[in-house]
């Protein structure tokens, strides 16, 4: 009953917050890390199993399918158990599937074991962010959900690094090995403080919507993600008919949600003008995101020479700094709001991108470390601030559906970024070899790609600049509830 005497459990002194927050964090910290940690071990994982490239790929393919199958259902499930039920039960799904993998004797087995730590995965985002909306009140989050930022931005970064050292001196199984016991723990923090901080509902479930949710969603990124299996392209037919197949499955699944009284994912969120500011700046940046993280990498290993140790290190201060600036920014727009932060930030996002734009095969290595530093460093006064800024206008019931939607976000908006950024480079290059006297000489290879990169970046440039204009428009948001509190009196 005390419980409910407090509108935010943060305000209430009997319940302990900081225990909460820290078994949340730990298992989104292990579980975000667990997403990039086989990105170094893929060339051991095809001689350890005798596998080809497009078989072991599907330890990364399968892992975002099946985050774009789940992460729609998170409002329903939100609303069918309770956050300690939820939580306990994604991470005990997720620890399962590390201790398969880590224990795999065939890849078939550790594919699975990979697909079962998704679902985990993906469910647990949308639990952290719809926990900390009903536990701190609109101006506290800024610097919670920076706190969720450096999480989401430190645990890829140190990824491959980690990788890296532990498949060299241990061998792969101990990337698994080595989460397991900090999931466990996670589970036992949760089991001893986590308590229920929503409102179980149990709403009508729609099979038609959950069957839609996984076709269109699913169809959309596997397409996306088989892209670069063929050399064909967006040309490859099977490619077009699931991308295709994706977006009438997505457009039945939204016009569905629209006419029910109980959707699974009640897309009314759009309704809010904030939400959807957030939702076109999120989308933007993750793009620019992937711009560079995915561009970058292959831009320093051909043209400028480098090892992919190298690059990695030159990514890792920008991933770095974003994490840790995260939380400072989240207190700024706590003190200041949205504006303040992102008029500057996307200034800066969208000069740097044209100067990246003019990169050439002689760009010194310090200009790509300063341009991915000033990318990263406008992304944590950006996205989190954004996505508190949007999550903050919608009422306490829409939160499950507004987590769901930016949660959902991520894995569609990553596949389709990386595939269409790499085509754009592709066709490019191929366009400039084409032109060439002499195709087959490294020197016109190298100058061709950088073109790609070139034109990928100003691509990335004008697509920053309507940030910048979406950031004069911005206003911090009201809660609705506060809303109508306010203009009744």
């Not at 991915?372 to 944590?380: N, R, T």
């Not at 950031?471 to 509190?485: D, G, H, L, Q």
Request: charged letters at 10%; aromatic letters at 10%; one cysteine or more.
């Amino acid at each position: 009953m005390e419980q409910k005497q407090y509108e935010y459990l943060v305000d209430n002194p009997n319940v302990k917050v900081m225990p909460i927050m820290l078994s949340l964090i730990i298992g989104a910290f292990f579980a975000i890390l667990n997403e990039t940690l086989l990105n170094i071990a893929l060339v051991t994982l095809m001689d350890q199993f005798a596998i080809s490239l497009a078989t072991v790929q599907w330890m990364a393919t399968g892992f975002l399918l099946v985050m774009a199958i789940v992460i729609p259902i998170s409002a329903l499930l939100l609303q069918w158990f309770t956050t300690r039920q939820l939580f306990l039960s994604t991470m005990v799904v997720f620890t399962v599937g590390t201790v398969i993998c880590a224990s795999a004797p065939t890849f078939s087995i550790l594919l699975t074991g990979r697909l079962i730590q998704a679902v985990g995965t993906g469910l647990l985002m949308p639990i952290i962010f719809n926990v900390f909306l009903l536990i701190y009140p609109p101006h506290r989050r800024g610097k919670i959900m920076g706190i969720i930022g450096l999480v989401i931005m430190f645990a890829p970064a140190i990824g491959p690094t980690l990788s890296g050292v532990i498949v060299e001196y241990l061998g792969w199984r101990y990337l698994f090995i080595m989460v397991i016991p900090f999931a466990l723990f996670s589970i036992a923090f949760g089991y001893r403080f986590l308590i229920n901080v929503s409102e179980v509902t149990k709403p009508k479930i729609d099979f038609i919507s959950l069957i839609l949710s996984t076709i269109g969603f699913g169809s959309i990124v596997y397409g996306f993600s088989s892209v670069g299996e063929s050399a064909d392209g967006f040309q490859t037919p099977s490619v077009w008919l699931l991308i295709s197949l994706g977006v009438v499955g997505i457009a039945l699944f939204a016009w569905r949600q629209l006419k029910l009284e109980e959707p699974i994912m009640d897309l009314r969120v759009f309704r809010y003008p904030m939400f959807t500011h957030a939702v076109f700046m999120f989308l933007i940046i993750i793009m620019a995101m992937f711009a560079s993280e995915i561009i970058l990498p292959i831009y320093m290993q051909g043209p400028l020479a480098l090892t992919a140790a190298t690059a990695g290190l030159v990514l890792l201060p920008g991933s770095i700094l974003n994490g840790i600036m995260s939380p400072f920014m989240g207190s700024l727009f706590d003190k200041f709001g949205p504006r303040v932060l992102m008029i500057p930030a996307t200034l800066v996002l969208s000069g740097t991108m044209f100067m990246m734009s003019q990169l050439t095969v002689n760009t010194p290595v310090w200009v790509v470390v300063v341009g991915y530093i000033l990318i990263m460093l406008s992304v944590s006064a950006i996205m989190m601030p954004a996505e508190t800024n949007g999550l903050n206008q919608l009422p306490k019931r829409l939160y499950p559906h507004g987590t769901a939607v930016m949660s959902t976000l991520q894995p569609v908006a990553g596949a389709i970024g990386v595939s269409v950024f790499i085509s754009i480079m592709n066709a490019r290059q191929l366009h400039v070899l084409q032109q060439s006297a002499a195709p087959d000489d490294p020197a016109a290879i190298s100058l061709a790609l950088v073109s790609g990169v070139e034109l990928v970046y100003f691509i990335a440039f004008a697509m920053s600049i309507v940030a910048v204009i979406l950031s004069f428009i911005v206003y911090r948001a009201v809660p609705i509830e506060e809303k109508e509190n306010s203009s009744s009196q």
